[in-house]
């Protein structure tokens, strides 16, 4: 059995939590009691006060500790929304370096049994571009998770060519995940039930089809992008984006093909928690480009649930290919018995 490798959980390093603290405004954090309080969407305020917080966030011996629990051989850990987004410009470039450096030292904490993805700037690209040349350089990053609008722009801004530019020509991963929720204002009532079960898998698929519409992906053919939650609703409707792309004006369009031919390539995660759902998202970019994810510490994380969707789901092949062996690819590491794998000669 190939290693299991987690690509998808999170860490809140204690100076990013302290920073939300100072926040008056939503994503922040609050403490009452004695307990920290993780607030991100309007309906936490008030009566629920956000979701409770522990060690689980911050703490890597608290991490490590749920990888044994879970049989996690090892993770890429990254921090988790928002992000650098709610914070100035200016500040986020000094944030950005100091939360990268210590996602940089995970690996030499841990005997390389964790390595780190980092975070960019906001609001600045050429910021961005300059800390991505430092990423590049860094032994224990692999890549960069980001939400739906990196620099605080819509992911299709033409502006933001530069971006995809630096990180194509690093060969570094390009980690997308959820934020703001599509359409959160329609789902309230229910806590963060709604926003992070729906409206956190359809912001990932308009984020995803305008990088095809737009022609990104196809600019960019070497561009490393892992799609979080099985790449939203994008298994389930791709036949009907490609629909719509045929029948409209593509003259405003800078895609040339089918958009399911210009996502082909990208690489989601299996945090999708059904066998059904799984053989979805692997019908929908391949048995090569699934990999395996927790989404711990949140409490939506069930890595028992995405384990058994893809063991009783898919070949003893393939479930090696999505528990380690495509990750290790992806991101150059070395499994047991193997020589590391060198990012530019990944497919």
Excluded at 279 to 290: C, L, M, N, Q, Y
């Amino acid at each position: 059995m190939s290693e299991l490798i987690d690509v998808h959980t999170h860490l809140y390093p204690r100076i990013y939590l302290d920073r939300l603290r100072s926040r008056k405004e939503i994503p922040r954090v609050t403490r009452s009691d004695g307990a920290e309080r993780f607030v991100i969407f309007p309906e936490e305020q008030g009566a629920i006060g956000g979701r409770p917080i522990g060690p689980e966030y911050w703490d890597l011996d608290a991490k490590l500790i749920a990888m044994d629990q879970t049989g996690i051989d090892r993770a890429l850990l990254s921090l988790g929304n928002p992000w650098l987004d709610p914070i100035p410009a200016a500040e986020s470039v000094e944030l950005a370096r100091a939360i990268n450096e210590e996602f940089n030292r995970l690996s030499g904490r841990t005997g390389d049994r964790v390595h780190g993805l980092a975070v960019l700037p906001s609001g600045d690209i050429q910021a961005a571009v300059q800390e991505i040349k430092w990423i590049a350089a860094q032994p224990g990053l692999h890549g960069v998770i980001s939400g739906t609008k990196p620099c605080s722009m819509r992911i299709d801004e033409p502006e933001l060519e530069g971006l995809w530019a630096a990180l194509e020509a690093a060969g570094l991963v390009f980690f997308l995940h959820p934020h703001y929720a599509v359409g959160v204002g329609e789902l309230t009532g229910y806590g963060h039930t709604l926003p992070v079960s729906l409206g956190f898998p359809f912001e990932t698929t308009v984020a995803l089809a305008r990088l095809a519409l737009s022609g990104v992906l196809d600019r960019h053919p070497k561009l490393r992008v892992l799609a979080a939650h099985g790449g939203g609703t994008l298994p389930f409707l791709i036949a009907r984006l490609d629909a719509g792309w045929r029948s409209s004006d593509r003259i405003a369009s800078g895609l040339d093909r089918l958009p399911s031919e210009s996502l082909r390539g990208i690489y989601t995660d299996a945090v999708v928690y059904h066998q059904r759902a799984l053989a979805a998202t692997v019908d929908f970019v391949g048995e090569d480009h699934v990999v395996f994810g927790t989404d711990h510490p949140f409490s939506i994380s069930d890595p028992q649930a995405n384990r058994d969707a893809i063991v009783r789901g898919q070949r003893d092949d393939v479930v090696n290919r999505i528990f380690g062996q495509n990750a290790a690819r992806l991101f150059g590491f070395q499994l047991a018995g193997q020589g590391r794998t060198q990012a530019n000669e990944l497919a």
